[in-house]
C-alpha cells in the first residue's frame, strides 16, 4: 500500500529556514509528478509546489522565489526547502502525487510552525 511520510518540521522563527522531507513507497514515484501541499488551522489544504518527472518545477505564488521543490527518483524522495518563512507558513505540511483523488492516501504530515 502506498505511505508517504513527512518530516523535517519545526518551530522557526520569521525569516529562517526549513527542509522538508518525504519518503513515498507504494507508488511508482519515477513516473508521478510529486507535490507538497499545507494545511493551517480553519483552512482546507492547498496545493504548494509540485515537479514533473522532466524536472518542471511549478509554485504557489505566495511560495515562489522562497520555497524550492526537488526529488531523487532513485531514493522515492521528495524535499521542500523553504527559506524567508513567514508566519502565515504556518501549516501541516503533506506531500503527494499530483493530482490527487479522492481515494489516494495522505500520510500524517509535518508541523511547520513560524513564530518568534
Known amino acids: 500500500q502506498v505511505q508517504l511520510v513527512e518530516s523535517g518540521g519545526g518551530l522557526v522563527q520569521p525569516g529562517g529556514s526549513l527542509r522538508l522531507s518525504c519518503a513515498a513507497s507504494g507508488i511508482r514515484f519515477s513516473i508521478n509528478t510529486m507535490a507538497w501541499y499545507r494545511q493551517a488551522p480553519g483552512k482546507q489544504r492547498e496545493l504548494v509546489a509540485w515537479m514533473t518527472t522532466a524536472g518542471v518545477r511549478n509554485y504557489a505564488d505566495s511560495v515562489k522565489g522562497r520555497f524550492t521543490i526537488s526529488r531523487d527518483n532513485a531514493k522515492g524522495t521528495v524535499y521542500l526547502q523553504m527559506n524567508s518563512l513567514k508566519p502565515e507558513d504556518t501549516a501541516v505540511y503533506y506531500c503527494?502525487?499530483?493530482?490527487?483523488?479522492?481515494?489516494?492516501?495522505w500520510g500524517q504530515g509535518t508541523q511547520v510552525t513560524v513564530s518568534s
Open positions: 503527494n502525487k499530483f493530482p490527487t483523488y479522492m481515494a489516494d492516501s
